[in-house]
């Protein structure tokens, strides 16, 4: 399907994606290099100092392979390879017949494999295959490898363990392996510095080392972790060998006789699969890349052993928990970590969840994840009071306490709050008041504590009286310690009276799903899946309101600038209630599937919810419309608007990225259009090579200091946003004409993707929608406010002290000693002595401009369009200039050229400022002038139509 645009966001960049989870593509020419494939794209890293420098555009189908040759990236995609040059714009297309699944470059040549099991040899520029092979289907092609000084050849390995050698230049099978490794697939191969030697990975875990010239097995090594997923041997003279397995750890084997066992293991700090790893010639480099992470290992420890020195990661499962903070975001994925990133720069750092987290996981063969805290399910940032004390809390999946974060140290804070709940009951939702203050802590079992955020004391509970005492029991004694009641039996204890009370009044019958307090602090409010919304008074802890639902609700949103209170309920409808009256003001059934987002735009007026079938709907609060509706392939996860709402941040079901849209309406104007019946298909955003050259993306690792990032509200006025409806396609053929590496990047989806410039205004003519309607011109403020004002700005903008005078002159310059003690300079003689002003006067010049000329021409015409657009495209004292030049035979025309353009109600507000800048220096000519009087009697009665006419539009908009 072709996609197409929101009417109210545009793509602008993702943020946190590194690397992708298929192999990479390593190559060594002039320099060392690896190309990632993320989803339809692909990223080449310089592996020197780690740094992303290209950024390949948008491929039509998602890559399922890459590899690199020389300077040249191939990727499988769809039915095609695409072939692109890393250092310009060359690029092409091979189709294929079927699916490729696989691509492997070769010595000056590649290889390509489809899911017919049919290899292809390719040589780069050629659009015809050299040569095509068709295996059996008994021997499925898993893996290739050129192997060193083999000339026109390739080992292939399959998945029930055949290996075979074929000259791919006569398409003959040249030798077949013994088998010894029957009924397990080859999972990967590498080539050792020694000729004749590689190594291959079984899917059992098991790893061969080959003599290929004797077909003979030199060792045999074998991981209890499973499967192989990468092979690299180190090339630095040390004979050693690195395996990737599928839970995240690499192995690091000795290949010498004496000592054939591992030597290292290496925690990449997950549990997800190794991609690739690569050993850097003649580095002791080990570069381990999984999903979305890129770590450097480097051996030169004590004895050798391996030190984690660089790396690049974000995060490794989905972000589930979304909340910006300033011009950062916070996200929370099922990986255990929370990170911050910049809404601006591509720069993303872990929290920290406590010192020698990755010490200890490494004595106590353990993953980081293991010895951190669960994954977050509900969260709340204040930055009110964050210099004096922690300004986040969460709460955590299954896990009986909320965790306070010094978001401004990046650090684990200072306290753990649990509920006073005596059946101690998992924490289900927590806020931070609109003071910062407090701390209000939500458990399953319907309990809402109260405590503070700066010394962690607890300060008291929120219980609804009108509900009945709950059947359970629970025991206390007189030292006030709680039991429950199957623990009673085991309880001995000399000389104390056990006695049984009953439950506790609680808050809510049910898991509590949201706590908000209003702005002011005068209330909380909590919502339940006992189907009620309740409002409790923050100083007696009493209940003020139960609203009833009649449904579970599953999530609660606040607004806090208009009190406002959003309910989503297990009945697919969403509530809207007013905090103050606490009524219902607006209801919306549309939805058609479980809501797993929503959130209010800053002011208020919109109300965004994401679905589980990856549909997007905007309401207008105010009039209740549905202004967008949109739908992307993976169903959003957590949405976020930015403080000045110009940008929307969400993330998406196996995507490991967050993803930025811009709000158009925060740019410019938006016309709305009837949404329609179905929803619009909408591309993600994309990384891109434009992206990459302002700066917002790549080349900063997590251990840079913050302070280098600009300050992002000083850029947020450049940021332009354009529409292009156009669908490139990439071409099958290498284009001739090749465009300027400068020029705009422009992805493939229509109308989904947008260009970025950094630029202060909008050159276009913009047509009226309607006659009956003023139309203001696309100009920026500056161009009519500065035209009032511009005796204002140059007073402002002038020199304090007069020049000085140099100090020394020319050795060449005649000079005399005055009285005064100073240089002064001989002017040259002159041949006329007669006295002149130093002064020219304009009434002496006799000069036609271009507009003026334009003036002229257009007045025999009557259509004046050509110069009202040349003064559009002056700078504010160019237009001032051009209307004080103006004299006696060219006001005619000028006044008859505002008239045109005020009567045709376009350019409205620029014509104004034209006209007041025309009357402030012709003012006292066109009094004295019948004909420009009567001109300007006419100029004055449009003026009142216009004027009336934009009285009424206003007040038919306010009614």
């Known amino acids: 399907r072709r996609m197409q645009g929101s009417q109210l966001f545009a793509p602008f960049r993702p943020s946190g994606i590194v690397a992708g989870d298929i192999p990479c593509g390593f190559v ?65 297309t091979l189709p294929h017949p079927h699916k490729v699944r696989l691509v492997e470059a070769i010595a000056g040549a590649f290889v390509s494999v489809d899911v017919e099991n049919v290899l292809r040899v390719w040589t780069v520029g050629q659009s015809e295959p050299h040569r095509t092979i068709e295996f059996p289907e008994s021997f499925i092609i898993t893996c290739v490898l050129h192997p060193v000084t083999y000339l026109n050849k390739i080992v292939v390995g399959s998945s029930r363990g055949g290996l075979e050698l074929w000259n791919i230049n006569s398409g003959n099978r040249v030798y077949s392996f013994k088998s010894r490794y029957a009924n397990e697939s080859i999972t990967c191969m590498a080539q050792s510095s020694i000729v004749d030697v590689i190594a291959i990975g079984l899917q ?184 004096q004390w922690d300004s986040m809390i969460t709460c955590h999946e299954s896990f009986g306490k909320a965790i306070t974060w010094r978001l401004y140290n990046n650090i684990k804070g200072s306290h753990q709050l649990s509920s006073t709940d005596p059946y101690k009951a998992d924490i289900s939702s927590v806020c931070i008041s609109s003071c910062g203050n407090f701390a209000f802590v939500a458990s399953e079992r319907g309990w809402i504590d109260k405590f503070s955020m700066q010394s962690g004391m607890h300060l008291g509970v929120f219980a609804d009286f009108s509900l009945p005492a709950t059947p359970n029991l629970f025991v206390v004694n007189p030292l006030g310690q709680l039991y429950r009641p199957g623990d009673v039996s085991n309880i001995t204890i000399a000389g104390m009276n056990m006695e049984e009370k009953p439950d506790p009044t609680i808050a809510h019958k049910g898991i509590i799903v949201g706590v908000v307090t209003d702005m002011a602090m005068r209330y909380l409010c909590s919502a339940s899946l006992d189907g009620f919304l309740k409002f409790w008074d923050l100083n007696t802890y009493e209940l003020k309101t139960s609203i009833n639902v009649e449904s579970a609700i599953n999530k609660m949103i606040f607004n806090k600038e208009i009190n406002l209170v959003a309910v989503s309920s297990d009945d697919l409808c969403i509530r809207i209630y007013d905090a103050e009256t606490h009524k219902l003001v607006r209801k919306f059934n549309e939805i058609s599937a479980h809501v797993t987002d929503m959130i209010f735009s800053r002011d208020g007026r919109w109300l965004v919810v994401a679905t589980a079938d990856g549909h997007v709907r905007v309401w207008d609060l105010p009039t209740g419309n549905l202004i967008d509706w949109f739908q992307v392939e993976n169903s959003v996860m957590a949405l976020g608007f930015s403080p000045q709402g110009e940008f929307l941040a969400s993330t998406h079901q196996n995507e490991n990225g967050i993803f930025v849209w811009a709000n158009k309406t925060y740019y410019g104007s938006v016309m709305l259009k009837d949404v329609g019946d179905k929803p619009i298909p909408v591309a993600l955003p994309q990384a891109s090579q434009s992206l990459l050259k302002s700066g917002m993306l790549g080349n900063q690792d997590e251990d840079e200091d913050e302070n280098q990032v600009e300050n992002s509200t000083k850029n947020k006025r450049k940021i ?114 007669v006295p002149k002003s130093r002064f020219l006067s304009m009434k002496d010049m006799n000069i036609q401009t271009p507009f003026v000329k334009s003036l002229h021409q257009c007045h025999k015409t009557g259509d004046f369009s050509e110069p009202i657009e040349m003064l559009k495209g002056m700078m504010v004292p160019e237009v001032d200039i051009e209307f004080q030049m103006l004299k006696n035979r060219d006001l005619i025309p000028a006044m008859e050229m505002l008239k045109f353009g005020i009567q045709a109600s376009t350019n409205f507000e620029i014509l104004q400022a034209y006209l007041n800048v025309f009357l402030k220096y012709h003012a006292e000519v066109v009094l004295q002038d019948e004909t420009l009087s009567a001109l300007a009697k006419e100029l004055k009665d449009i003026q009142r139509e216009n004027n009336i006419r934009l009285d009424s539009i206003f007040q038919s908009s306010l009614c």
């Open 204 to 387: 059992n875990g098991g790893i061969k080392i080959i003599n290929l010239k004797y077909d003979e097995v030199i060792t045999t090594f074998y991981q209890a972790e499973g499967s192989v997923t990468s092979l690299t041997f180190r090339a630095d003279g040390i004979a050693q060998l690195a395996s990737g397995t599928v839970d995240g750890k690499i192995n690091v084997w000795t290949l010498e006789k004496e000592h054939q066992r591992i030597a290292y293991v290496l925690p990449e700090g997950s549990r997800l699969p190794i991609v690739s790893s690569y050993f850097i010639p003649g580095f002791p480099i080990l570069v381990s890349v999984s999903s979305n992470s890129i770590k450097f290992f480097s051996f030169d420890g004590i004895n050798g052993a391996p030190r984690l020195f660089k790396f690049k990661t974000g995060h490794s499962s989905t972000p589930t928990m979304l909340q910006f903070w300033g011009t950062k975001f916070v996200t929370a994925a099922r990986d255990h970590t929370i990170r911050t990133s910049e809404v601006y720069k591509e720069i993303s750092r872990e929290v920290s969840q406590g010192s020698g987290i990755r010490k200890k996981a490494l004595d106590n063969d353990m993953t980081e994840e293991d010895l951190k805290l669960p994954p977050v399910i509900g969260m709340d940032i204040n930055g009110f009071k964050e210099l």
């Open 28 to 92: 060594q020419h002039r320099g060392d290099y690896m190309v990632t494939a993320i989803g339809r794209i692909w990223q080449l890293y310089r592996l020197t100092d780690l740094v992303l420098i290209k950024i390949g555009k948008p491929l039509p189908h998602r890559i399922r392979s890459i590899t690199m040759l020389n300077n040249y990236v191939i990727s499988a995609t769809g039915r095609s390879v695409h072939v692109a040059h890393s250092n310009s714009k060359e690029q092409y």
């Open 720 to 833: 332009k946003i354009m529409g292009d409806s156009g669908d490139k396609k990439i071409k099958s053929e290498v284009k001739e004409e090749q465009q300027e590496e400068e020029e705009e990047e422009e992805v493939q989806d229509e109308n989904s993707t947008f260009k970025l410039k950094v630029e202060d205004e909008v050159e276009k003519r913009v047509e009226p929608l309607d006659a009956e309607l003023i139309t203001l011109s696309s100009l920026s403020k500056v161009k009519w406010q500065g035209l009032a004002n511009l005796e204002i700005i140059k007073k402002r903008n002038k020199p304090i002290q007069p020049p000085k005078k140099p100090e020394a002159a020319p050795f060449f310059l005649p000079a005399t000693i005055t009285g005064k003690r100073e240089i002064a300079f001989l002017a040259p003689a002159k041949v006329d002595d």
